[in-house]
C-alpha cells in the first residue's frame, strides 16, 4: 500500500522567521507562522473570512536559503512540506503539550520584487535563479543521505 503525508501552502508570514541552531545535531533550523485564508457566504449571505495559522519548521540547508534572503513578515509564501507532530512536556506546568507542524521542503516567494520588505533589500533583488538555487542542493542533499541507507 502506498502512503502519501504532502502539504501545499500559499500564505502570508504572521512574523518575521525565527533562526536557530539545535544543540542536540548543530543543524540550523528556521521555523515561522503562516496565514492561509478561505473567503465564503454565510447562510445570510455574509462574506466571511476564515484564516488558519499553520507552523512551518526547515532545517538545514532550506534555513540557511530564507536567512540569505531575507525574508520577513507578510511575505507571500508557497511552501510544500508534509506533517509533523511532536509533543513536549511543558517545564513551567508539568503538562503535555503537542503541536502539528508541517516540515518544509520547499518554498517560492510570491511577493512581487521590491515588495513586503520596509528596506527594499533581501530577496526582492534575487534573481530567480539565485532564489530557486538551492532546491538543487537541497535535491542532492536528500539524495545523498539515501545513499546511507540499509535497503
Not at 542536540?24 to 449571505?45: E, H, I, P
Not at 532545517?59 to 510544500?80: F, P, S
Request: net charge neutral.
Amino acid at each position: 500500500m502506498a502512503y502519501l503525508n504532502k502539504v501545499q501552502l500559499i500564505g502570508n508570514l504572521g512574523k518575521d522567521p525565527e533562526i536557530r541552531v539545535s544543540p542536540q545535531t548543530g543543524k540550523k533550523a528556521v521555523s515561522f507562522s503562516l496565514a492561509t485564508s478561505r473567503r465564503y457566504r454565510d447562510n445570510n449571505g455574509e462574506q466571511k473570512e476564515d484564516t488558519q495559522w499553520h507552523n512551518i519548521v526547515g532545517w538545514g540547508k532550506i534555513a540557511d536559503v530564507i536567512e540569505q534572503l531575507q525574508v520577513r513578515k507578510g511575505t507571500t509564501l508557497y511552501v510544500e512540506g508534509r506533517l509533523t507532530n511532536r509533543s513536549w512536556t511543558d517545564q513551567a506546568s508539568g503538562q503535555k503539550r503537542y503541536v502539528t507542524e508541517v516540515l518544509l521542503d520547499s518554498f517560492q516567494i510570491l511577493t512581487p520584487r521590491g515588495n513586503g520588505q520596509a528596506n527594499g533589500n533581501g530577496y526582492g533583488q534575487q534573481t530567480q535563479q539565485q532564489r530557486h538555487a538551492y532546491q538543487n542542493e537541497y535535491d542532492q542533499q536528500q539524495a545523498d543521505d539515501c545513499e546511507d541507507l540499509p535497503f
